[in-house]
């Protein structure tokens, strides 16, 4: 992407019993901004749903459109599972 995004993969689960909806729903493609060394910020179409901070060798989830209040939903040593957290948790709501 020519504005410094990247988008994130995220796979979606099938479910047997939602055929129909699932063929009809459309999705957006996350996009991962690094915001610092050590923060990154995952933003679902125009809206921030959360950030990863590296802490030490930890990535920790934070789900929440502001940093400051954000909650923690993941400890992960790699940063690929702790996106598709943040990710998983804005699906859910």
Do not use: C
Not at 8 to 34: C, E, K
Not at 57 to 84: D, F, I, M, N, T
Request: glycine fraction near 6%.
């Amino acid at each position: 992407m020519t504005d410094g995004t990247q988008p994130l993969a995220v796979a979606q689960p099938a479910r047997s019993n939602d055929v129909r909806a699932a063929s009809t729903a459309t999705f957006t493609i996350p996009r991962v901004v690094r915001m610092s060394p050590t923060l990154i910020r995952i933003i679902d179409g125009e809206t921030t749903v959360g950030f990863v901070e590296k802490v030490g060798s930890v990535y920790v989830a934070l789900v929440g459109e502001r940093y400051a209040k954000a909650e923690e939903v993941l400890q992960s040593r790699e940063l690929e599972p702790a996106a598709q957290r943040v990710v998983a948790e804005v699906i859910g709501r």
